[in-house]
C-alpha cells in the first residue's frame, strides 16, 4: 500500500482556515483550541469475550483492548477508546492506517469481528486553558468534572454529540464527525466567547496521547 | 406629601452617589443600589400604571417580585424590554423607562371613562360580549389590541447574547436569606458541592429590610457578611446573585436564570458576556428556602396608590431610606404591623395602626393603636387620601359600628404570610393548609431529594427557622452521606399576640355593593367577581380562576392567590383545606426566551451539515437546497440562467455528453460477518444470497406493514463484507432499524453494522462520455464494457487516489460512482472536473437528479412513497423474494386483506395533454374534469418535471387502480386549474434500460 499525497488531504475544519490565525495563548486567553487533523481512525467490533478476537487484536496493537467502560488506552500503536461493550475507536499514525488495517485483517480472518477504516469520518480538537472545564460545562448536561484522567464519554452537546477523552489536566480531546464539524466549531467559538478562545497551534495546546500521533502536512 | 427620602442608617443605597434617570420623559436622580421604583417613590411618584380593564390609576404596592402593578418598558431600540417591575429593576446611569398603561397617557386614560360602566364588565364579560354580529369582530379585535396588554416587544433583532451552564452539586440551597445562608454554610462546612442561588441583587432577603434581627449575637448586616465570607472561602461552594430558580422538574433538575448584566448601563456592558445566563442544575439534594411573601388585606379601593404592603413600607424604609408616606395608616392581623409602625415612626412618620385583634396595644408612644379595627374603604380621587375605619366584631367577620374617617398619605396593610411554594410544587403537587398558621405551607419534612427550610414550612418566626433549618439540613446531610451534627443558631424568641386571620375586610355591606375590594391587581378581579364565579356555578378553584382570571397575569398571582383562594371557600362555605390552590407550573418569574434559546440561534440553531467537497460547489456558484439537516447542490446557475433554464442545461449534458454529482449525502453502512447475507435477507424485501463479490444489486427495505420505508444500492465487498447504501434523509433511521432487529429479535445472527457514512465522499460521474473522463483519470481498472459491467464495483486508483469505483446508475445513463476516503473528496472533485473540461464537464445538484431518475420511472422514498406504499403499489414485485426460506420485514403483512386487496393506488406515469403544461406536486387527480357535489379523489400527483431530453413534461403519480388505466386520460386539478394527462407507463426515457449498459 502507499501513501497519497498530504497535500491533497483536507481536514474536516479545513473551511475555517484554522492553522492561518493560529496565535500564542495569552493571560487573557483562559480557553485554547487547536485541531489535531490528518489522524487515522479504525473502529474494531467484536466480543469481550471472545478470546480468539481479545487475542488478536492484542497481537497487533500490543496489548489488550479495555473491557472496563469509558477507559482510554495508549498502546504502541495509537490511542484506543473504549466506546461500547463491542466497540473501540482506535487512532493512529495515518501512515501507520494502511499496516494496521491490513493486520488487523489478516489476525481477525476467521474471527466474528469487524474492521473499519473511519478515518475520513472523524477529527479531534484539543481544548485547554484555565477555563476549559466550564466551557465543557456550558456545552452539555455531561458532569464533566466527574471525567477522570485516562477516562473518555460519549455525549450531548446542544444538537449534536462528540466523545470527549480527557488526558491530562490541562485539557481534553474532542473526537467529532466530518459531516457534523461546521455546526461543532461554530459551538465551540460560540460558547467560549466568554473565555476570550485562543485558537492556536499543537504545538501550545499538546496532549499527551494525541499530540505523538500528529504528522503535520 | 407622600414618599421622600430620610436619612436611615443601615441601608443598601449609597447615598454619597447619584444616578439619574428618566420616567414617562421627565428626568430624577436617585443612588446606586436604587430600583426604580425606590427613586420614584423617594420623589414622591405615586401613579404608575392603569388597571387592565377598568383603567383605574394604580401604583406600587410591593418590593419585589410580587408587585402587580409598576410594569414598566425598560430601555429603548433594540434592547427595550416589556414588562420590568419597577421593584426589580436595579437603577443604572442614564435608565430610562416608561409606563405601559394608561392611553394617551397615565394622567388621563380613555379606557378609564369605559371604567365607569364597570358594572357592566364584570368577570367574564369577555366571553359574553363582543360575540355579535360576527363580521365585527375583526374590529372589535382591534380595538380590544389596543387596550389590552401592557408593554411592547421589541421590534428589532436582539444585539445581546445569552448562554447556558450546566451544574451537577450534591446540595443546592435556593433562597439566599437568614435560611438559607445558614443551610449553604452548613452544607459546605460538611464539605459538600454547594450551590447557593437567589433572585435578589445580594444576599440576605427579609433580612435586609429587617436590620434588628439578631442571630448568633450578629446584626442581619454582620451575620450575612461573615455568612458571605465563610462561603467565599469554601472552593467547592458557589454563589450566585441575580438568580433566580424559575422552575423544578424532574429528578432534581432546577433551572435558574441569571441576569448577569441586566444591571449595567448598556454602554457599559461587556460584549463578550452573556446578557443572561441559563442554569440547569442537577443536585443530589435541593433545600428550598424560599420564604414567604406578605398578603395584603382585601378592602374597597384598596388599589389606590399609596396603598401598599407593610413589608413593602419595611423594605423601602430600610433597604432603600425610603419613607413611604408621612402620614401612615397601617391595618393588620399580626404583630408584623407594630415592627412597620416602630420603624416608621422612628422615621418621622405619623403612624396609627388599626390593628384587627381587640387586645393589641402600641408598644410604645411614638404611634396610635385602635384596636379592634379594620378599613372598610380608602377613599381619594387618583391616590389615597384617608381611609374610613371601622370596629370589628371580636371573633366573626363583621363590622359593629359607623366608623370613622382618618386622613393619610399611604396605607400599609398585611394579612399574614404566604410560603413561596412554588418550586416545591411544580412537580404537580399542591400545598397544605395549616388553618393555625393560616397559610398553604411546604412540608417541614420536604419530600425524598427535597428539603424545605424556614418560612416556606410556616415557620415564620426567625428562631422558629433557623432551628427547623438545621433540623432540615441534619437530614440533608444524613442522605449525603455526613455524619457531622449541626449546631441551630441561637436567635432572640420575641413574645407575640396571636395574629387574627383576616382577609376580604367587612365594609358592612353585602359583597359588591360598597366600593370595590380588589383581590387580583393586574386582571382586576374583586372579590365580587369571585362570589360571581360561585353563584354562576363554577365551584373548582381552577375555574373561579379561569373565569375571573385570578393569579393570570405577570405576577402569577403572588399577592392576590391566597386570598382568592379563602374568599372561593367562604363563598363557596367549605374549608379552605378542602377548595386549595389552582396548579403551579414553572416559569416562578418571567423568563426571556433569550435565555431559554442559549446559543441555539441564528446558525446555532440547527447544524447545516456538509460533505467533504461543500466549497467548491460554493466556488462554483450552487445554490443550496436543505435535505434533513445536510445542505446539498440543488442547481449551478451559469450568469443569466434561473433554476429551469440550468435544470434544462445539466439534464441534457448527463444524456448527451457527460455531467458530475456529488452524492456524499447518502447513508452508507459497512455489514460484516458470516451472517450477514441472512441479515440482508430478512432486512430487504429482495434477495441477497447468491451476490456475488464485485456485484451490487438495488434493496428494497419494507417496514413491518409491509410499506416501503427506504432504498438504495448494496454492494458485496467481500465474501462477508457489505457496503450498504440508504437514502440522505433515512440514514440514522435505517442503522437504528437495523440495530432494533438485530439486537431485540435475532442477536443470534452473528453480523455487525457500523456507519460510515461520513468517510466516504461519492463523485457520481454520468453520461455517455463518463467512460472517457474516468480513463483519463484511472489506469488500473479495464473500464472497458465486457469487463467493467454495470452494477459491478471494483477498486482502483483515480487521479493517484484509492478509490471504489461502483457502476451503478440513477439517472439511466452509463454512470461511475467513485468513492474515496472523504479527506481526498474536493482533491478528487477537482480532478474529475478538470479531466472533464475537454467535454464540458456539467456540475449537477439534486434538481437535476430528481429529473433525471423521474425520466426512467425510479422512485425516490419519500417523495413517491409516504409511508403507505407497499412494493406491489410501486410496481416493484420484481423487487420481492417471496421465496426466501426466512421470514423477511414486511413479508407477512403484504398478504393483509387491505393490503392486497383490488383498487390500491398504484405508481403510474402521467403525460399531459399540453406538453407544456407541467403538472403541480401534490396535484389532486380525478375522473372528471368537473368538481361535483361528489367527487371520487383518485390519487395525487408526486413527482413532476419539464424533461428537456423529452422536451415535454412528465409525472409521477399514484392512482387507484392505476396500472389497469393505461392510456386512460385522467383529470388533475390544482390551485382551480384542470390539466388533462394521459395514465402510461412511469418510465419515460429509454424504456428497455440500454443507456445505462452501454
Not at chain 2, 413574645?495 to 380588589?518: I, T, V, W, Y
Request: with cysteine.
Amino acid at each position: 500500500m502507499f501513501n497519497p499525497p498530504n497535500v491533497m488531504l483536507e481536514s474536516p475544519l479545513h473551511a475555517f482556515g484554522l492553522p492561518a490565525r493560529a496565535a500564542t495563548p495569552a493571560k487573557e486567553n483562559r480557553v485554547a483550541m487547536s485541531e489535531l487533523p490528518h489522524l487515522g481512525y479504525i473502529v474494531l467490533r467484536g466480543k469481550a469475550d471472545d478470546t480468539a478476537f481479545m487475542q488478536g487484536v492484542a497481537g497487533v496493537l500490543g496489548q489488550a483492548l479495555p473491557t472496563r467502560p469509558m477507559s482510554v488506552v495508549s498502546t504502541s500503536a495509537g490511542v484506543v477508546l473504549w466506546v461500547s461493550p463491542d466497540e473501540w475507536l482506535l487512532a493512529c499514525k495515518r501512515s501507520a492506517r494502511d499496516a494496521l488495517l491490513a493486520a488487523l485483517a489478516t489476525a481477525l480472518r476467521d474471527v466474528f469481528a469487524q474492521v473499519v477504516d473511519n478515518s475520513g469520518g472523524l477529527t479531534a480538537l484539543r481544548i485547554s486553558g484555565p477555563d476549559h472545564l466550564l466551557l465543557l460545562r456550558q456545552l452539555g448536561p455531561y458532569d464533566y468534572e466527574s471525567l477522570a484522567v485516562g477516562r473518555c464519554a460519549s455525549t450531548v452537546a446542544s444538537k449534536t454529540g462528540f466523545t470527549v477523552v480527557r488526558t491530562d489536566t490541562d485539557g481534553v480531546v474532542l473526537v467529532f464527525r466530518r459531516s457534523f464539524a461546521d455546526y461543532t466549531w461554530r459551538l465551540l467559538e460560540r460558547t467560549a466567547r466568554p473565555y476570550r478562545l485562543c485558537i492556536t497551534s499543537p504545538a501550545h495546546c499538546a496532549d499527551p496521547l494525541f499530540t505523538p500521533l500528529l504528522e503535520i502536512v | 406629601m407622600s414618599g421622600s427620602r430620610v436619612l436611615q442608617a443601615g441601608t443598601r443605597i449609597d447615598s454619597t452617589r447619584t444616578v439619574n434617570f428618566s420616567f414617562d420623559g421627565r428626568d430624577y436622580t436617585g443612588h446606586p443600589g436604587d430600583t426604580l421604583a425606590s427613586a420614584l417613590l423617594a420623589h414622591g411618584v405615586r401613579r404608575m400604571a392603569r388597571s387592565f380593564k377598568y383603567g383605574r390609576p394604580r401604583g406600587i404596592i410591593g418590593a419585589g417580585a410580587e408587585e402587580p402593578n409598576a410594569l414598566v418598558q425598560l430601555g429603548t431600540g433594540a434592547l427595550t424590554t416589556p414588562n420590568v417591575k419597577a421593584t426589580q429593576a436595579e437603577l443604572y446611569e442614564g435608565l430610562s423607562a416608561r409606563s405601559t398603561s394608561g392611553w394617551p397617557s397615565l394622567d388621563f386614560d380613555l379606557k378609564s371613562v369605559l371604567g365607569q360602566g364597570s358594572r357592566f364588565m364584570p368577570a367574564g364579560f369577555y366571553s359574553k360580549t363582543f360575540k355579535w354580529p360576527q363580521k365585527l369582530w375583526p374590529l372589535y379585535e382591534t380595538v380590544i389590541r389596543k387596550f389590552a396588554g401592557f408593554g411592547d416587544a421589541p421590534a428589532e433583532p436582539d444585539p445581546e447574547d445569552y448562554d447556558h451552564l450546566h451544574h451537577h452539586v450534591d446540595v443546592l440551597v435556593v433562597g439566599g436569606g437568614a435560611c438559607g445562608l445558614l443551610a449553604a454554610l452548613q452544607a459546605g462546612r460538611a464539605g459538600l458541592k454547594t450551590l447557593l442561588l437567589d433572585e435578589q441583587n445580594e444576599l440576605g432577603g427579609w433580612l435586609l429590610s429587617d436590620p434588628n434581627a439578631q442571630i448568633d449575637g450578629r446584626s442581619s448586616e454582620a451575620y450575612i457578611r461573615s455568612v458571605q465570607a465563610a462561603l467565599a472561602e469554601m472552593p467547592h461552594v458557589t454563589v450566585l446573585v441575580r438568580t433566580t430558580a424559575f422552575g423544578m422538574y424532574e429528578q432534581n433538575l432546577v433551572q435558574a436564570v441569571e441576569l448577569l448584566q441586566d444591571h449595567i448601563a448598556p454602554g457599559q456592558r461587556q460584549a463578550h458576556l452573556p446578557r443572561h445566563r441559563m442554569h440547569k442544575i442537577r443536585a443530589h439534594q435541593v433545600v428550598l428556602a424560599t420564604g414567604a411573601i406578605e398578603r395584603p388585606l382585601v378592602f374597597g379601593n384598596n388599589d389606590l396608590p399609596g396603598v401598599m404592603t407593610v413589608s413593602a413600607g419595611q423594605t423601602f424604609l430600610h433597604r432603600y431610606g425610603v419613607r413611604v408616606g408621612q402620614r401612615v395608616v397601617i391595618c393588620g392581623t399580626s404583630d408584623l404591623i407594630h415592627d412597620c409602625a416602630e420603624s416608621l415612626a422612628k422615621a418621622g412618620a405619623q403612624v396609627t395602626v388599626a390593628d384587627v385583634r381587640h387586645s393589641a396595644v402600641a408598644r410604645n408612644g411614638s404611634y396610635t393603636v385602635m384596636a379592634g379595627h379594620c378599613i372598610a374603604e380608602a377613599t381619594g380621587g387618583g391616590e389615597v387620601k384617608g381611609v374610613k375605619l371601622v370596629p370589628l366584631h371580636p371573633t366573626r367577620d363583621e363590622t359593629t359600628g359607623a366608623g370613622s374617617f382618618l386622613a393619610c398619605d399611604v396605607v400599609l396593610s398585611s394579612g399574614g404570610l404566604s410560603p413561596t411554594v412554588h418550586l416545591f410544587c411544580h412537580d404537580g403537587s399542591r400545598p397544605q393548609w395549616d388553618e393555625s398558621l393560616a397559610a398553604f405551607v411546604a412540608p417541614h419534612t420536604g419530600r425524598k431529594g427535597v428539603a424545605c427550610a424556614g418560612s416556606v414550612t410556616g415557620a415564620f418566626e426567625l428562631a422558629d427557622a433557623l432551628a427547623q433549618t438545621t433540623q432540615a439540613m441534619q437530614q440533608v446531610l444524613a442522605a449525603c452521606g455526613k455524619t457531622d451534627t449541626l449546631p441551630v443558631p441561637s436567635c432572640p424568641q420575641p413574645r407575640r399576640l396571636q395574629p387574627r386571620p383576616m382577609f376580604r375586610l367587612p365594609d358592612g355591606k353585602a359583597e359588591g355593593a360598597g366600593a370595590k375590594a380588589f383581590v387580583d391587581y393586574q386582571n382586576d378581579v374583586s372579590a365580587a367577581d369571585i362570589e360571581l364565579a360561585v353563584r354562576e356555578n363554577y365551584h373548582s378553584i381552577e375555574h373561579v380562576k379561569r373565569y375571573t382570571a385570578l393569579g393570570f397575569g405577570t405576577d402569577q398571582g403572588k399577592l392576590s392567590n391566597v386570598n382568592g383562594f379563602v374568599i372561593t371557600a367562604r363563598a363557596l362555605k367549605r374549608p379552605v383545606s378542602e377548595v386549595g390552590t389552582t396548579t403551579y407550573r414553572p416559569a416562578y418569574t418571567p423568563v426571556s426566551l433569550g435565555a431559554l434559546a442559549g446559543t441555539m440561534s441564528g446558525e446555532l440553531f440547527d447544524p447545516n451539515r456538509y460533505g467533504a467537497i461543500h466549497a467548491s460547489h460554493v466556488a462554483r456558484g450552487a445554490a443550496l437546497e436543505p435535505v434533513g439537516q445536510w445542505q446539498r447542490p440543488w442547481y449551478f446557475a451559469k450568469p443569466g440562467e434561473d433554476l429551469h433554464a440550468a435544470v434544462a442545461r445539466e439534464c441534457l449534458a448527463a444524456r448527451n455528453g457527460v455531467a458530475v454529482m456529488d452524492a456524499s449525502t447518502l447513508g452508507k453502512i459497512q455489514i460484516d460477518g458470516p451472517d450477514a447475507r441472512e441479515f440482508l435477507n430478512r432486512i430487504y424485501a429482495n434477495a441477497w444470497t447468491q451476490l456475488a463479490v464485485g456485484k451490487c444489486r438495488y434493496g428494497l427495505m419494507l417496514d413491518e406493514n409491509g410499506m416501503v420505508m427506504d432504498d438504495g444500492v448494496t454492494a458485496c465487498i467481500e465474501q462477508n463484507q457489505f457496503y450498504m447504501t440508504t437514502t440522505t434523509g433515512g440514514a440514522a433511521r435505517v442503522l437504528n432499524w437495523l440495530e432494533r432487529w438485530h439486537q431485540t429479535e435475532w442477536p443470534e445472527l452473528k453480523v455487525w453494522m457500523t456507519s460510515v457514512t461520513d468517510h466516504w465522499s461519492t463523485i457520481a460521474l454520468v453520461g455517455p462520455k463518463s467512460r472517457a473522463v474516468l480513463a483519463k483519470l484511472c489506469a488500473d481498472i479495464d473500464l472497458s464494457p465486457d469487463s467493467f459491467k454495470f452494477m459491478d464495483w471494483r477498486a482502483g486508483t483515480v487521479h493517484g487516489l484509492p478509490v471504489r469505483v461502483f457502476r451503478i446508475s440513477f439517472s439511466g445513463e452509463l454512470s461511475y460512482e467513485l468513492n474515496v476516503e472523504s479527506g481526498y473528496g474536493r482533491a478528487l472533485w477537482e480532478a474529475v472536473m478538470a479531466a472533464g473540461a475537454e467535454f464540458d464537464i456539467t456540475p449537477y445538484g439534486t434538481e437535476t437528479m430528481h429529473v433525471l431518475r423521474a425520466e426512467k420511472g425510479f422512485i425516490i422514498v419519500g417523495q413517491d412513497t409516504d409511508g403507505s406504499m407497499s412494493p406491489m403499489d410501486l410496481d416493484m414485485a420484481w423487487a420481492v423474494g417471496l421465496k426466501k426460506p426466512f421470514s423477511f420485514l414486511g413479508k407477512r403483512s403484504l398478504s393483509r386483506s387491505d393490503t392486497a386487496r383490488e383498487g390500491r393506488k398504484q405508481l403510474v406515469g402521467l403525460l399531459p395533454e399540453d406538453p407544456a403544461s407541467v403538472l403541480v406536486e401534490g396535484a389532486q387527480i380525478m375522473e372528471s374534469a368537473t368538481v361535483g357535489a361528489q367527487n371520487q379523489m383518485l390519487g395525487h400527483v408526486t413527482s413532476s418535471y419539464h424533461s428537456a431530453f423529452l422536451g415535454r413534461s412528465i409525472a409521477m403519480a399514484v392512482v387507484a387502480g392505476g396500472l389497469q388505466r393505461k392510456e386512460q386520460t385522467l383529470y388533475v386539478h390544482a390551485h382551480g386549474k384542470v390539466t388533462p394527462a394521459k395514465v402510461g407507463s412511469s418510465v419515460f426515457v429509454d424504456l428497455k434500460g440500454d443507456r445505462q449498459n452501454v
